[in-house]
């Protein structure tokens, strides 16, 4: 199984335990400040979720 610092570093595309690039994902689903997706690999059969946290505002058009 990688780390978590690898998995980030190949962008979440890969399956934490075998490697494949054949995985799927749910909907991102939110609740308050926590937003997560359900992901599975198609090859090993491995399950996680992926996790998501707020880092910024973007591209605010101000309407007065």
Same mark, same amino acid.
Request: aromatic residues 8%; proline residues 2%.
């Given at each position: 199984?990688? @780390? ?7 962008? #979440? ?10 995985? !799927? %994902? ?5 609740? #308050?400040?926590? %937003?997560? @997706? ?6 090993? #059969? !491995?399950?996680? @979720?992926?996790?998501? !946290? ?11």
């Amino acid at each position: 199984m990688i @780390s978590n610092e690898e998995y980030l570093k190949e962008s #979440g595309l890969i399956c934490p335990v075998c490697k494949s690039m054949n995985i !799927s %994902a749910d909907n991102i689903e939110v609740d #308050g400040m926590q %937003a997560w @997706s359900n992901c599975c690999c198609k090859d090993c #059969g !491995s399950e996680w @979720s992926d996790e998501y !946290s707020l880092v910024r505002y973007d591209n605010v058009i101000e309407k007065r």
